[in-house]
């Protein structure tokens, strides 16, 4: 069932004064609408997870006056412990997608397109939009499932070079692997605050030793936001049928009483880290019409997006990469309406949809 909902107005001054600025009063507004999709590729995950999952997606203004018309389409992936309600909600720092788009269309800035926002969220925090025999194959979930009901829903233009994926930190380190991996799929791909290093770098001695130490689910609440991602990237990267309850083989392990890098665990996890995949999936990635990522100075993911940066450079990708002053929340939603959605509406196609 598809139910329209009305997104919040803009919570922080800054974003609302620049979404307003663009086009005051709106001459017109689009809708947001919730939806759901059932997911094969989700069913029977060791988890638990339902296979039915939430959608949310933005119709332009224009989409009910000319029920002829076709659009292109971005979809727009959450961060890990986010749902598909972060991108109006006012989590990144009061942006509301709807009323930027809005905005941005009235005022001419940019062309009108859908967006859709797709549920990533599990029992452990996020999917890591990745397929895995314990969390459920959430890749598949995204290109087959999600993308095939949005066609069969919504009246989009059904081809690569109309479809652009973006995101926030898990979320976008899934949109530019998911694009390197399906070059005819996606047009371009803006990548916000991406982790291109070990999830797991950050945590100390005794935390690590907590997560060796979980064998119930209840100990799931205990645990800190890094713990959460360490082991929910290992559900997703590194899954194991025989440990439950959280199916998980962590990328380190007890020796001698000492907690130690697990290297069989690591050598598993670079089919997946974005720095070990670029040179492999090189021509997924210059098969893109537009590649673009972004990090604040003072987020810790800077040094493994600077890395990256370098790397595409080295490996002639073209690209665009800007380190901002910021952390890893304080710009999201301002540069989703100054950087994201403008590089969308200048790199998908919006022509009439081929026969």
Not at 327 to 335: K, L, N, Q, T
Request: net charge positive; aromatic share 10%.
């Amino acid at each position: 069932m598809v139910r329209t909902v009305r997104g919040p107005m803009l919570v922080a001054c800054r974003l609302s004064c620049l979404a307003a600025g663009l086009a005051a009063p709106l001459a017109a507004q689009g809708r947001i609408v919730e939806d759901s999709v059932r997911s094969p590729a989700l069913e029977g995950n060791l988890l638990g997870d339902g296979s039915v999952r939430r959608l949310r997606v933005y119709l332009p203004p224009s989409y009910d006056a000319d029920p002829t018309r076709r659009y292109p389409v971005l979809y727009l992936l959450h961060g890990f412990g986010g749902s598909p309600d972060s991108w109006s909600n006012g989590s990144y720092s009061g942006f509301d997608l709807a009323r930027a788009m809005d905005s941005l269309a009235a005022g001419g800035t940019i062309h009108e397109f859908l967006v859709v926002m797709p549920d990533g969220h599990n029992a452990l925090g996020g999917s890591v939009f990745a397929n895995s025999v314990a969390t459920g194959n959430w890749e598949t979930y995204l290109v087959r499932d999600v993308a095939r009901h949005v066609d069969a829903t919504y009246r989009t233009l059904r081809r690569g070079r109309s479809r652009g994926i973006a995101g926030h930190s898990m979320g976008a380190a899934a949109a530019l692997r998911l694009a390197m991996r399906y070059p005819a799929g996606f047009a371009a791909v803006y990548a916000q605050s991406p982790n291109a290093l070990l999830p797991c770098q950050g945590l100390g001695p005794g935390a690590k030793d907590s997560l060796l130490g979980l064998s119930r689910r209840s100990q799931f609440d205990s645990l800190g936001g890094s713990s959460r991602l360490c082991l929910g990237y290992a559900a997703a990267w590194s899954p194991d049928s025989a440990r439950a309850p959280f199916f998980a083989d962590l990328p380190f392990s007890r020796q001698g009483g000492e907690v130690v890098a697990d290297s069989t665990v690591l050598e598993r996890w670079r089919a997946w880290m974005l720095l070990d995949m670029a040179p492999r999936y090189r021509d997924g990635l210059v098969r893109l019409r537009g590649i673009a990522f972004d990090v604040g100075g003072s987020d810790p993911y800077a040094p493994g997006v600077e890395q990256l940066d370098s790397l595409f450079t080295r490996l002639r990708v073209r690209h665009q990469f800007e380190r901002y002053d910021g952390d890893h929340h304080s710009a999201i939603g301002e540069r989703m309406i100054t950087r994201v959605l403008p590089f969308f509406s200048g790199m998908l196609d919006f022509g009439p949809e081929a026969n």
